[in-house]
């Protein structure tokens, strides 16, 4: 989901006082905030310096599956601030938040991708699909078209047959842009399989319990 406000890179850029951190290697990034205390007390130790905690308020939060602040830790991780750089743990909450609609994101992600041997890149393929599965399991309905989209991109090669399957139950649970997408993805899907693909869909939608609100 969008939020209006101030990232990590759009704070420190505003911040004359923070303008040597602003010049340390921090990426541009979009105006995506949230109103969340806790948000804004991250936001306030970046400002103050305080990077340790900037990560440890950033981390409840993108555990939370808070996309601004999973973006926000990537930024950091990627850095070098308040830990040292991992680029492995900040391509994995980079992909969280571009799944979660954070286009800036998306070219963080490509950044780290070359930085990391491919075994790496697959380990952390794994941990997105299993951090998406489990909210699908624990019934988040916007787990379901990131789930789909996770087939799109993060994989070595977009697998359609799976996007199609995920993307028509997000279309089935009546979720915004679901159907668009779920047509799209049919678009690239062999007719020869379009039956058994939606009789997989209709088995795995009939076994989700998804809490609408």
Not at 15 to 29: E, F, K, R
Request: hydrophobic share 45%.
């Amino acid at each position: 989901m969008w939020r209006s406000g101030q990232t990590v890179t759009s704070v420190l850029a505003s911040c004359a006082v923070c303008l040597c951190i602003a010049l340390s290697g921090l990426p541009a990034s979009a105006q995506i905030g949230s109103s969340d205390a806790t948000f804004n007390e991250a936001i306030q130790a970046v400002k103050d310096r305080n990077y340790r905690h900037a990560v440890k308020l950033f981390s409840l939060q993108a555990d939370n599956n808070q996309h601004d602040a999973q973006y926000n830790l990537a930024l950091l991780l990627h850095a070098g601030k308040g830990t040292p750089q991992d680029f492995a743990a900040a391509l994995n909450w980079s992909w969280a938040a571009h799944l979660g609609g954070i286009e800036a994101a998306e070219e963080l992600s490509d950044e780290l991708t070359g930085y990391l041997p491919e075994d790496s890149v697959e380990e952390v393929r794994r941990l997105v699909r299993a951090r998406l599965k489990a909210r699908i399991d624990d019934g988040d309905p916007a787990a379901i078209p990131q789930f789909a989209t996770y087939h799109l991109l993060m994989l070595e090669e977009p697998d359609y047959d799976s996007a199609y399957i995920w993307f028509s139950i997000a279309a089935a649970l009546g979720l915004d842009g679901a159907m668009v997408a779920r047509d799209e993805a049919r678009e690239n899907v062999e007719d020869e399989k379009i039956v058994e693909l939606q009789q997989q869909a209709g088995t795995i939608y009939e076994s989700l319990d998804i809490k609408l609100d």
